[in-house]
């Protein structure tokens, strides 16, 4: 009787998952040791998928404990890798578990980027990788039917789980196996037979009979409702499995409900409820032969039928002479209670007891992401405040420089060259001086022109991808069912948009540093000379001795050396902002532990104002230090310029000195300029090849997926008729006599149910009609066929010849020679052709026998009947195999 149901595998193609895994982790992990320990990590979780998949499995648990610990590593590793159509890659191609196909087309499959496709197929082979290991157990222990419950729940729950996840994993239509409907219907008959575990479990413990018949009343209540799913859902039938299953399943609800029927007659015979103990054990007896009538090939209830049939008629005799109690109906007996002690197990991850994550130090792409973010704003921020304090320097220089100063007040000689002066001419000399700034400025096209190459070569890959898929579409309209290559490139497309923005708003900034340097470059020339030449260029004038001393000379030198302390402070500030970190990963880790997500926007914010609040002040402060200092300084000069002679020679001095310092002003900040520049461009190239190389990965895998559809399109054109239906000639359409020998029932009946009564199974289909033979006298009695109706008189003994037949109006052509292996059926003689005789004027072809075969007898004279057909030899074997 212990026939348990398991389930079949799916399987999957070979898929590399070390190429694409390594390349993400070589551009998102820079360093060498991180970089190793992870690819090491992925190189390992390509051996695990091919250990769990690429190889039978052994109905053992530690065949199990694989797919477990694989199914663990997906759930572990999911949040660590961007794993999607339009980023990281991966197409997993499985097929269907129970649909096996045809010789030319193959079985069915389905081939997706997503890994949570590939989670659920998993979890379906564990599922049914542990409906088989339930199966192989040994009931006849204890430790047998523990393992065997135990792995039947486990089946139960991954079902269960797979019914409840499968369509917001895969966003599209599954295959049959593991749709919701088909999923849901295994995971009712998983539990169903764990529940049944636990009915062999208590009878074998020789628990109270009111317990087992709960036991077993629940075990037909859930195989009632598993019978149900597979007989009600349109789409379950198709599979030979259900087909092989819902008789089973049928059978299993009778057989416990007879259990449960046979447990409850023995509890009312112990209350002195004979009349009940009969109706009850009348009722599991009818269950019993309504089982051995239908399902007998299936399940066998020889002994449950013994155990019942004996203990009715002991039951009947003790009634029928002593008690004499009134038998009830089955319709007025009380209720037998339900005992659910079987539950589907929940599925969290980790389900494996020896899994340890491949990828531990790895944070997940949610911390990836916040943290990329917070990068941003922590650059946004740190750059804001670096800028202020350089544009307030700027800011100081321009005002300084129109004021001549600090060279008027070195120049109160009027003939030698300021100290200022002659110190910014060497800075701006050991700086490479005009040289430098040319080589930087004719390395920024070249550079520009590379990063627009490489993003327009990305760009054209998705355009000629995108243009296949769009022909491919309206070849093949609804067949070509693959995600539009225009809706999944746009995030790729707006990205691609805005690298080319910022090459475009690059190409301005260029320009406006080369406008730049073109209005200062004379003076930087000039700056660049030998000292004897820039003092030559300079024009002297009357000297101002008088005012060395002066208080006022004093005060412009105190409040020029104040700036100067300003202007060293900010440069040391600037080192300390750039210099702040703080390990807001933890951060991230701790709220993503916590709440199961990551407001960002609200930590990032809350820890830059911890971090740069003080910065923001302290930068503040200066500008209105520099600015308080700066009107003192113009005032102070006003006074200064009053107190100097003024002349044209002076005029001319001193305005060449202030194209000197802005020269050296502007050459400083146009070379920061250029080599940041030349930076921004260097950095964009990297970020631009990893944009081509996501670019050409996602291509490649469009193009693998478009070549799988297109095979498979392929096979289902080949499968396809190629042309309609059309009407059969009349002639090839009538029926013909049956055919001698059995026609065998059919292999399951389950469209009724149990308590219908059983229906005649169908003769088999004949073949069309064949001119008929002459006839001549029988040398062996007919075997008339058990389905077929009698052809003689209602009278006739059962092995009487056929009633006479009439001669035919025509003549007939040869007789056909009848063939061994198809009773009833003839094979046309080659070159035969019954229309031709006695048609056209043809002459009749006179008869040739054939040596060492008698002939067949001549027309009988005229008046007399024909005798009947010759009969098939009794050796011959049916058209179809017996079962």
């Not at 792995?151 to 019914?163: D, E, R």
């Amino acid at each position: 009787m212990a026939t348990f149901i398991s389930v079949p595998l799916k399987k999957s193609s070979e898929v590399d998952l070390v190429k694409p895994l390594s390349k993400f982790v070589t551009a998102s992990y820079p360093a060498e040791e991180e970089q190793g320990e992870y690819i090491r990590a992925v190189e390992e979780l390509n051996k695990l998928r091919r250990n769990a998949l690429g190889r039978p499995l052994d109905k053992h648990e530690s065949s199990l404990e694989i797919l477990l610990r694989y199914y663990d590593q997906l759930c572990a590793v999911e949040p660590k890798f961007p794993f999607s159509e339009n980023q990281l890659c991966l197409t997993f191609t499985w097929k269907d578990a129970f649909d096996k196909g045809s010789l030319f087309g193959g079985s069915v499959k389905l081939a997706l980027a997503s890994l949570g496709y590939e989670k659920t197929c998993v979890l379906f082979n564990a599922a049914a990788l542990a409906s088989q290991i339930a199966s192989e157990q040994n009931l006849d222990n204890d430790e047998g039917l523990k393992a065997a419950a135990k792995y039947y729940q486990l089946a139960s729950g991954a079902f269960g789980h797979i019914k409840d996840t499968v369509l917001s994993a895969l966003n599209r239509e599954p295959t049959m196996d593991i749709s919701p409907e088909t999923v849901g219907t295994l995971s009712h008959i998983m539990l169903a037979q764990a529940q049944e575990v636990f009915f062999l479990k208590a009878t074998s413990d020789k628990m109270k009979d009111a317990v087992i018949a709960k036991l077993a009343n629940q075990a037909a209540d859930f195989y009632g409702d598993a019978f149900k799913q597979c007989q009600y859902k349109d789409n379950l039938p198709k599979y030979f499995y259900f087909q092989e299953v819902l008789p089973v399943l049928a059978a299993k609800h009778c057989i416990m409900q007879a259990n449960a029927e046979l447990h409850q007659s023995i509890l009312a015979k112990q209350k002195k409820r004979f009349g009940e103990e009969i109706a009850r054990l009348q009722h599991a007896a009818e269950l019993v032969k309504t089982v051995a009538s239908r399902y007998d090939e299936y399940v066998s209830v020889k002994d449950l039928s013994d155990k019942i049939n004996r203990a009715l008629t002991a039951a009947k005799k003790d009634n029928d002479f002593i008690y004499h109690d009134r038998v009830p109906e089955v319709k007025d007996l009380e209720h037998i209670g339900k005992a659910a002690l079987v539950k589907a197990t929940a599925i969290t991850p980790p389900l494996s007891q020896k899994f340890s994550d491949l990828f531990e130090k790895m944070v997940p792409m949610a911390v990836q992401q916040s943290m990329s973010i917070y990068n941003q704003r922590k650059a946004e921020t740190v750059n804001r405040l670096v800028g202020t304090m350089r544009e307030a320097t700027n800011l100081c220089n321009g005002v300084l420089a129109s004021l001549n100063l600090p060279a008027a007040l070195e120049d109160l000689s009027g003939d030698s060259i300021p100290q200022s002066i002659a110190e910014k001419a060497r800075a701006v000399v050991q700086q490479g001086g005009l040289q430098n700034i040319e080589q930087l400025i004719k390395d920024l096209p070249e550079l520009l022109t590379r990063n627009r190459e490489i993003l327009d070569e990305s760009l054209k890959m998705l355009d000629d991808e995108e243009t296949t898929d769009n022909e491919l579409r309206t070849k093949f309209n609804q067949r070509w069912n693959r995600t539009p290559s225009g809706d999944l490139y746009k995030p790729l497309r707006t990205e691609g948009a805005n690298f080319r923005n910022i090459l475009d708003k690059a190409v301005q900034a260029d320009q406006v540093v080369r406008d730049r340097y073109n209005t200062h470059c004379e003076m930087i020339a000039l700056l660049c000379k030998p000292e004897n030449e820039l003092s030559a260029a300079i024009p002297s004038a009357n000297p101002t001795k008088t005012l060395q001393g002066s208080e006022v000379v004093n005060v412009l030198r105190s409040q020029l050396a104040q700036l100067d302390e300003i202007k060293k402070e900010r440069e040391t500030m600037e080192g300390e902002i750039k210099a702040v970190t703080f390990d807001m990963c933890t951060t991230f880790l701790t709220a993503l532990a916590q709440d199961g997500a990551i407001n960002e926007e609200q930590l990032s914010l809350a820890q830059l104002d911890q971090l740069y609040s003080a910065y923001n002040q302290r930068v503040q402060a200066s500008l209105r230090s520099q600015e308080e200092l700066l009107g003192q300084v113009q005032t102070s000069h006003q006074e200064f310029s009053s107190l100097k002679q003024s002349n044209t020679e002076a005029n001319q001095r001193e305005e060449v000195l202030k194209k000197l310092a802005s020269a050296h002003d502007s050459y400083i900040e146009i070379t920061s300029n250029l080599r940041e520049g030349t930076k921004f461009y260097n950095d964009l190239t990297e970020i631009l090849l990893k944009f081509q190389n996501k670019c050409s990965d996602i291509v490649f895998a469009r193009k693998t997926e478009r070549d799988e559809l297109l095979k498979d399109l392929q096979q289902s054109i080949a499968r396809e008729p190629s042309a309609p239906s059309f009407n059969v000639p009349a002639y090839q359409s009538t029926p013909a006599a049956p055919a001698g020998g059995p026609t065998p029932a059919p292999r399951t009946v389950f469209a009724q149910q149990p308590q219908q009564p059983q229906q005649q199974p169908q003769a088999k289909p004949m073949p069309p009609a064949r001119p008929p033979p002459p006839t001549f006298t029988p040398q062996a009695a007919p075997t008339t066929p058990t389905n077929a109706p009698p052809t003689g008189p209602p009278n006739a003994p059962p092995n009487a010849n056929p009633p006479p037949v009439a001669p035919p109006s025509q003549a007939q052509g040869p007789p056909y020679p009848s063939y061994q292996g198809y009773p009833g059926y003839f094979q046309m003689p080659m070159g035969y052709n019954p229309y031709a005789y006695g048609q056209y004027n043809m002459p009749y072809m006179p008869y040739q026998a054939t040596p060492g075969q008698g002939g067949y007898p001549g027309a009988p004279p005229a008046g007399q009947p024909y005798p009947g057909y010759p009969q098939q030899p009794p050796q011959q074997q049916p058209y179809y195999p017996q079962q």
